[in-house]
């Protein structure tokens, strides 16, 4: 299992030409405001390791975690909103980042209470294309009502229509067990 409380910040980064050599990567990705900082800091059991903002589009940088000495876990800037700079600049940032690095694996956040849209859809084909792992999480369960938890399946039918096989955890941050499930889920799929 993954030691997630050994975990060092190395840097941040505008693009992939910028990462650091010697582990491979795992990527947490997903839309701007899903948690994907708080997730960080929940399974490294520290609360300043990753910056938090209540405000979307802060995370706007490729910033590199050392995790255990065995891979790197890449926090990437959400997409869905843009708060300076031209849109498409995560499209790029993206884009080259896959051209060079291609991930072991991504850990793609999504919002529990929403609905797949086109782009996050697109994001899961363009997984699925290029042969990349994906643990799909799915955030923020602590604010679901019963008969939200009991729709789940079907609101997120068009994101793992586009990605056979994938799985998916729905996690709080609040629970240990949740917290679990993805340090486990994570081993298991890079078989460390």
Avoid: W
Wanted: charged content about 25%.
């Amino acid at each position: 299992m993954i030691d997630f409380r050994n975990v060092s910040f190395i840097k941040s980064a505008p693009s992939a030409s910028q990462r650091p050599d010697g582990l491979f990567d795992i990527m947490f990705v997903g839309r701007s405001n899903v948690g994907k900082s708080s997730l960080i800091n929940a399974l490294c059991s520290r609360k300043d390791l990753a910056f938090t903002s209540s405000k979307p589009g802060h995370t706007r940088l490729l910033n590199y975690y050392n995790v255990d000495n065995k891979f790197y876990l890449v926090d990437a800037p959400g997409y869905g909103y843009v708060a300076k700079g031209p849109k498409d600049a995560f499209s790029e940032m993206m884009e080259d980042y896959y051209a060079t690095s291609k991930p072991r694996l991504v850990v793609f956040l999504f919002d529990s209470r929403r609905i797949p849209k086109d782009d996050d859809i697109s994001f899961m084909k363009y997984l699925n294309n290029e042969g990349i792992a994906v643990l799909l999480v799915l955030t923020k369960a602590d604010k679901l009502n019963q008969s939200e938890k009991a729709a789940i399946a079907k609101n997120i039918k068009p994101l793992v229509a586009h990605y056979p096989g994938s799985e998916y955890i729905l996690v709080s941050i609040q629970t240990k067990d949740s917290l679990n499930a993805v340090s486990a889920a994570i081993s298991s799929l890079l078989k460390l």
